[in-house]
């Protein structure tokens, strides 16, 4: 009875730090910044979701508040309505990584709409009311900002 009780389940990675404790979850976005103001491309409707799982995935997916293109689903969009959709769109998954000695977790692309790198390092903030503030090394001056979903 037992091995079949234990054949239905299945086990999960432990999570290996306080960080990653912290970060497992799905995160709702908030705001993109560039030097403290609103980041040009991310308006008011702009949407996003990142998740991170206790077994070391995750996947973000983030919809610029642009025009929405559409076109009937048994045609293909004219090149303007693809590139569009494409540009307005920032979508990948794969695994990460945490360096909690330089404060920065790693993801490692292993599809993306846009795989001209294939990792992501970026500077992480806990903040005092639940927020996590991401910071690509790349582009110091800009901020994403995520609140936990409940």
């Given at each position: 009875?037992?091995?079949?009780?234990?054949?239905?389940?299945?086990?999960?990675?432990?999570?290996?730090s306080?960080?990653a404790?912290?970060?497992?979850g799905t995160w709702?976005?908030?705001?993109?910044?560039?030097?403290?103001?609103?980041?040009?491309?991310?308006?008011?409707?702009?949407?996003?979701?990142?998740?991170?799982?206790?077994?070391?995935?995750?996947?973000?997916?983030?919809?610029?508040?642009?025009?929405?293109?559409?076109?009937?689903?048994?045609?293909?969009?004219?090149?303007?309505?693809?590139?569009?959709?494409?540009?307005?769109?920032?979508?990948?998954?794969?695994?990460?990584?945490?360096?909690?000695?330089?404060?920065?977790?790693?993801?490692?692309?292993?599809?993306?709409?846009?795989?001209?790198?294939?990792?992501?390092?970026?500077?992480y903030?806990?903040?005092?009311?639940?927020?996590?503030?991401l910071?690509?090394?790349?582009?110091?001056?800009?901020?994403?900002?995520?609140?936990?979903i409940?």
């Amino acid at each position: 009875a037992l091995a079949v009780l234990v054949s239905g389940v299945q086990f999960q990675r432990p999570v290996q730090s306080t960080v990653a404790s912290r970060l497992i979850g799905t995160w709702q976005l908030l705001s993109i910044e560039t030097n403290g103001k609103p980041w040009p491309n991310h308006q008011a409707h702009s949407k996003g979701l990142i998740y991170y799982d206790v077994t070391g995935h995750m996947a973000a997916q983030i919809a610029l508040d642009r025009p929405r293109q559409s076109w009937p689903q048994n045609q293909e969009p004219t090149p303007e309505q693809a590139r569009e959709a494409i540009m307005g769109y920032i979508a990948y998954f794969g695994t990460y990584t945490i360096d909690e000695r330089a404060q920065i977790i790693i993801h490692h692309r292993e599809g993306a709409i846009n795989l001209d790198t294939i990792d992501l390092i970026r500077k992480y903030e806990f903040t005092a009311d639940g927020r996590l503030i991401l910071t690509p090394v790349e582009t110091p001056t800009t901020r994403l900002v995520w609140k936990r979903i409940k």
